[in-house]
């Protein structure tokens, strides 16, 4: 697998898996009819923000995509934060592990001493055991700030690792 910066051209083959997961509205607080031109806007990111796409070695098929920025402006600048995408039909093969791995090196690189997940929802079991393995820890749960479409209200975590 290749990750690599995203290029304005990846957009057509990162929008299917964005609206189907989007659409099932189960891991992340966007709207689940987000029209694809703000989607667009949302997700591929401008310098000094990255985002960049999992490349398929074999194939060459965009397989996952991360978007990664500061948390905040101002006095809360010097903590990241980021954001992952991993097609559906391409799960459990080790893309978001990838993406969140290259997040952290940039994240580093640039100079920010930690990384914040603002809204891990908590029934995201794999997303949250992924992370806790790669030293997240919860800091702090949202109870009930997050409507899923199974299982009702649910909790957002909010995750932390010191770089």
Do not use: C
Not at 77 to 97: C, E, K, N, Q
């Amino acid at each position: 697998m290749e990750i690599r910066e995203a290029a304005d051209e990846d957009w057509p083959a990162v929008w299917p898996f964005f609206r189907r997961i989007m659409a099932a509205g189960e891991t992340f607080t966007y709207p689940v009819d987000l029209a694809e031109d703000e989607a667009r806007g949302w997700w591929l990111l401008r310098p000094p923000n990255r985002t960049v796409v999992a490349v398929d070695a074999d194939t060459g098929t965009v397989v996952g995509s991360a978007k990664m920025n500061n948390n905040q402006h101002g006095n809360g600048s010097h903590v990241a934060s980021a954001s992952y995408l991993v097609d559906p039909d391409h799960g459990g093969r080790g893309v978001g592990r990838a993406l969140v791995l290259d997040s952290l090196d940039w994240a580093g690189a640039a100079g920010f001493r930690g990384m914040q997940f603002n809204a891990v929802v908590e029934t995201n079991r794999h997303a949250v055991r992924l992370y806790e393995r790669l030293g997240f820890r919860i800091v702090g749960t949202v109870p009930g700030a997050f409507r899923h479409p199974v299982e009702g209200y649910v909790g957002l975590h909010v995750m932390f690792k010191e770089l």
